[in-house]
């Protein structure tokens, strides 16, 4: 019997960190739980700009909340988050590049090669536009290192 009691609880304790590790992924940063401010992922690639989304439409997607403007944005981004989402969990692109991990800010951001970018501030997008593919590269090999942290 206590196998079968440690069995249960190590698998559901496991459960807890997997669930709390993939919430790190994504920057809910001061939002409580809430993806990139509460701002649409999908309208960046469509509307061509941020735009906060509403209570209306929402979806828990890696343990954190995302808000759309409709339930067309809604469902497109449930057919592929993957194309929606912003890279590096919404991340600063430029402060990983350097080295560190900030908080990106929704209202600086860059859509390049259909993927959405968010920046910390203007300086840091200005930076990372000058050696974009460079930039991504760095991000890339840092963000392997800490998104869980």
């Given amino acids: 019997m206590k196998k079968i009691i440690l069995i249960g609880l190590t698998l559901i304790f496991s459960g807890i ?13 001061r939002f409580n739980n809430l ?5 649409d992922p999908v309208a960046y690639h469509l509307l061509g700009k ?9 979806v828990i997607w890696k343990g954190a909340e995302w808000r759309f403007l409709s339930q067309e944005h809604l469902d ?6 993957e194309t929606y ?5 919404g991340f600063c692109a430029n402060g990983l590049s350097d080295g560190h991990k900030i908080r990106g800010n929704p209202k600086i951001w ?6 959405l970018f968010l920046f910390y501030s203007k300086n840091g997008k200005e930076s990372w536009i ?7 590269n ?5 963000w392997e290192k800490v998104k869980y942290d």
């Avoid at 960190?17 to 940063?29: F, K, P």
């Avoid at 989402?85 to 969990?89: A, N, V, Y």
């Fill in 130 to 136: 000058l050696d974009t593919d460079n930039k991504i």
């Fill in 76 to 81: 497109l981004f449930e057919s592929d988050p």
């Fill in 35 to 39: 993806a990139i401010g509460g701002y």
């Fill in 85 to 89: 989402i912003p890279q590096f969990g």
């Fill in 110 to 115: 860059r859509v390049y090669n259909d993927k």
């Fill in 50 to 58: 941020p735009q906060k989304g509403s209570k209306d439409f929402v």
């Fill in 138 to 142: 760095l991000a890339s090999d840092y």
């Fill in 17 to 29: 960190i997997a669930n709390s590790l993939i919430a790190d992924e994504i920057n809910t940063g």
